[in-house]
């Protein structure tokens, strides 16, 4: 007996974490940035299973921006600019960015004549965070450096990203 309750116990809140989870993800109004969590993900043409799908995104953590919402579905543009609908399961809130024209540097500090800690060529994606004054921190699987953000797909100008 002991054990079941404690099962039903654990099933109780595991839904409502996911409950929580979706109902922050509703909550936000679009246009906003996110990216695709997971390492397989089907773009379609509606907001449902019914629809054919138009793409097939194997590229996990790579940025999209959310321009609409229906139910558990979000609308969604990709850095090439293609439009489709994805499940929101399938989305994460972790902000991360491409490197859009040609190869930048990653600078230790907020300032084109910091030191130069890496390069990155276009279509490079990662994960963003500090963005303010025109700058972001873009961390490339523990390589990172600040970078401006004219230059990355996934951060708005003059956005600040804590």
């Known amino acids: 007996m002991r054990i079941s309750g404690w099962l039903t116990f654990g099933a109780v809140v595991l839904g409502l974490a996911a409950v ?12 906003y940035y996110a990216s695709i969590s997971a390492s397989r993900a089907r773009m379609r043409t509606g907001p449902g299973r019914n629809y054919p799908a138009i793409w097939l995104y194997v590229r996990e953590d790579l940025p999209i921006r959310v321009v609409d919402i229906y139910g558990d579905w979000r609308k969604i543009e990709d850095p090439d600019g293609t439009q489709g609908w994805m499940q929101v399961n399938l989305l994460s809130d ?3 960015a491409m490197v859009v024209g040609a190869t930048v540097e990653m600078r230790a500090a907020a300032r084109e004549n910091a030191r ?13 965070s500090k963005c303010g004054r ?28 804590p």
């Open 134 to 161: 025109g700058w972001c921190w873009f961390d490339v699987r523990g390589r990172g450096g600040y970078v401006e953000q004219t230059r990355l797909w996934g951060v708005d100008p003059g956005e600040d990203v």
């Open 20 to 31: 929580s989870y979706d109902e922050a993800q509703a909550q936000r109004s679009p246009p």
């Open 94 to 96: 972790t902000r991360t």
């Open 116 to 128: 130069i800690n890496w390069r990155a060529q276009a279509g490079v994606v990662g994960r963003i």
